[in-house]
């Protein structure tokens, strides 16, 4: 992460109602993962190829023209990423920089404007200084950030929209907690296809993926496994989460063949198992001889990993024909370890080795350290 000062023609004003919705908030006593809204967001827009200036302004529904492109034709994408303030003195947020890349590339995909990286981070950290105070700090607990980005255009025309709103909200989360999941085999319907949109993080990417996990909730399931859109024979994640599998004690994990999210957590557990000298196989994985492998017993853990849960152990797979292969560990160790390597580094326990964590400057009279 690129720790420097953001340069001056990125920052942020922040509008007075933004003040005012501030000084006014309250946070609820009860929060869960993502309900509960901070009163602040980041707004700037896009006309005529360049991107006006950012504000904080007090968090409001947008007006938007019912011709707007997003609401026809989905020209909308997003992101996901957390601001910590467990064990550090100011908050600090993970990774905005692969945030950041893995934005325009969605942005690219969907013939929407990059967002100037600067702006990005100079957004994130606005947002997340305004929050500071009420970013709760225990174990687990974060500033859920989503930024996200939209074709406003009004027209009906299928064409790139001209005009485009930047936007990033925070939620205040308690972390978010999952039993051991059970999961189903998606052998019918498809995510992501080739050349089609799953490795970027289009909100019609998970518009498609409701009616599977409607389907698989109905039957008692938690989540669904996606398999490749071509054959249906290789595993390629959840509908928001990467997987990772331990056979014979040694780390596999679908490799990123454009059809698979390339997770920020996913990358950030590769770089943790390498650098504790852990084999890692980023490989095409049948879902054949997975489930031949925990059949077997070769296959100990299977777990689920991304922003919002980090890690998430997964207990079961069940096939369409309703056989079921239970996994012997859930949550087995590899993933504990990871999950507990992973987080010391979120929340500032362990030594920013990999240079992950962008620390929020608060302003001098902020009250957030009290
Ligand atoms: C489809 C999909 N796969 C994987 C992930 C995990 O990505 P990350 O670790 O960046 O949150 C997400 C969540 O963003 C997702 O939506």
Redesign the pocket.
């Given at each position: 992460v690129n720790q420097s000062a953001i340069p001056t023609e990125w920052c942020i004003d922040t509008h007075t109602d933004a003040r005012a919705a501030l000084a006014a908030y309250r946070l609820p006593a009860r929060i869960d993962f993502g309900s509960v809204l901070a009163p602040v967001m980041v707004r700037a827009d896009w006309r005529d190829g360049v991107w006006g200036r950012a504000r904080l302004q007090a968090y409001a529904p947008l007006a938007l023209d019912p011709a707007a492109l997003c609401l026809h034709y989905a020209q909308e994408v997003f992101?996901?990423?957390k601001a910590y303030r467990v064990a550090t003195p100011t908050p600090v947020i993970f990774r905005p920089d692969?945030?950041s890349a893995?934005l325009n590339r969605s942005a690219e995909r969907l013939s929407l404007p990059a967002v100037p990286e600067p702006m990005f981070r100079a957004a994130l950290r606005a947002i997340s200084a305004a929050c500071a105070p009420f970013i709760p700090g225990a174990s687990g607990q974060s500033l859920y950030l989503r930024p996200l980005l939209l074709g406003t255009q009004a027209t009906l025309g299928v064409n790139p929209a001209l005009e485009a709103v930047f936007l990033v909200i925070a939620s205040p989360s308690a972390a978010y907690v999952t039993r051991p999941l059970k999961v189903v085999i998606e052998r019918s319907a498809t995510?992501a296809a080739a050349g089609g949109t799953?490795d970027v993080?289009a909100g019609g990417?998970?518009a498609a993926a409701l009616l599977a996990n409607a389907a698989a909730r109905a039957r008692g399931f938690d989540q669904v496994l996606w398999l490749d859109g071509g054959e249906h024979r290789y595993v390629e994640?959840?509908?928001?989460?990467?997987v990772f599998a331990v056979i014979d004690g040694v780390l596999h994990t679908p490799s990123l063949t454009g059809t698979?999210?390339?997770?920020?957590?996913?990358?950030?557990l590769l770089a943790i198992a390498r650098r504790d000298g852990l084999t890692v196989h980023e490989r095409r994985m049948g879902i054949d001889a997975l489930l031949a492998a925990i059949r077997a017993g070769a296959c100990t853990e299977l777990f689920a990993?991304?922003?919002?849960a980090i890690v998430a152990s997964i207990a079961e797979l069940a096939d369409a024909d309703g056989s079921r292969y239970e996994l012997s560990q859930a949550p087995g160790p590899m993933a504990v370890r990871l999950r507990a390597r992973l987080l010391d580094i979120q929340e500032g326990r362990a030594v920013d080795e990999f240079g992950w964590l962008d620390p929020v400057p608060l302003p001098e009279s902020s009250d957030a350290g009290t």
């Open positions: 992101e996901g990423l692969m945030n893995r995510r799953g993080k990417n998970y994640e959840l509908t928001v989460m990467n698979i999210l390339p997770g920020v957590t996913r990358d950030s990993c991304g922003t919002a």
